[in-house]
């Protein structure tokens, strides 16, 4: 206000600072993921039909991780395919979600397999007196994988937030079933529904392969 002029002001001495976090890296991802994935005892036999689910969010390196996660499946003699894992994120549409998979890097060339996309699902159980949804292609396989990190939600805290729960839930589920999940969290809350339609969606289809990424 000029009629009111701001008199001398001091300002408080300042200092520029720079602050480093420790950051874990690996040298060789491929590497790493087959020796993690080799550890992990799954029964897992040749001819099986596994079914590689990859997300919409942007994981460090994951071309690589879903490349080497085709790569040791083959290895063991499976037949490998990704589809999109991501609820109805890519427009709610199959080319929607191949698109965004195309643009982390993820295609039939860079996995050295199909990429297989559908909106379709079918119901495979019942939770919180809710149906649960599976997207339909994946359903036809023999085993589910799931690529996905772990990292804090930003609409809730609790003892599961983001990762492999709220892939299976909100991720395998499609649009039809993240549209019913997200309203479902308004009466019982995010982390109940995360938890409680990833467990039934594991016991409906005893398909336990999976494989978590943290967050860089």
């Not at 019982?188 to 978590?212: N, Q, W």
């Amino acid at each position: 206000d000029p009629a009111m002029p701001l008199g001398p002001v001091t300002l408080p001495t300042m200092h520029r600072v720079r602050q480093t976090f420790a950051r874990t890296r690996l040298a060789d991802i491929p590497g790493e993921v087959g020796k993690t994935l080799a550890g992990a005892g799954l029964p897992i036999k040749r001819g099986d039909r596994v079914a590689v689910g990859a997300g919409s969010r942007g994981i460090a390196n994951i071309a690589i991780i879903v490349r080497a996660t085709v790569d040791w499946l083959k290895a063991q003699g499976a037949r490998p395919f990704v589809f999109p894992a991501m609820g109805s994120h890519g427009g709610a549409t199959a080319e929607g979600q191949r698109s965004v998979l195309e643009h982390y890097g993820i295609t039939e060339a860079t996995t050295g397999c199909e990429v297989r996309a559908s909106m379709d699902v079918v119901q495979v159980g019942e939770a919180l007196g809710l149906p649960i949804w599976l997207d339909r292609i994946a359903s036809e396989a023999d085993w589910i994988g799931v690529v996905n990190r772990i990292k804090p939600h930003t609409d809730f805290k609790g003892s599961i937030e983001s990762g492999l729960f709220k892939m299976m839930t909100i991720g395998l589920g499609k649009y039809r079933g993240a549209t019913q999940y997200h309203r479902a969290n308004v009466n019982h809350g995010y982390e109940t529904v995360i938890t409680a339609v990833g467990r039934e969606m594991l016991r409906s289809e005893e398909r336990r392969v999976g494989k978590e990424c943290r967050s860089r």
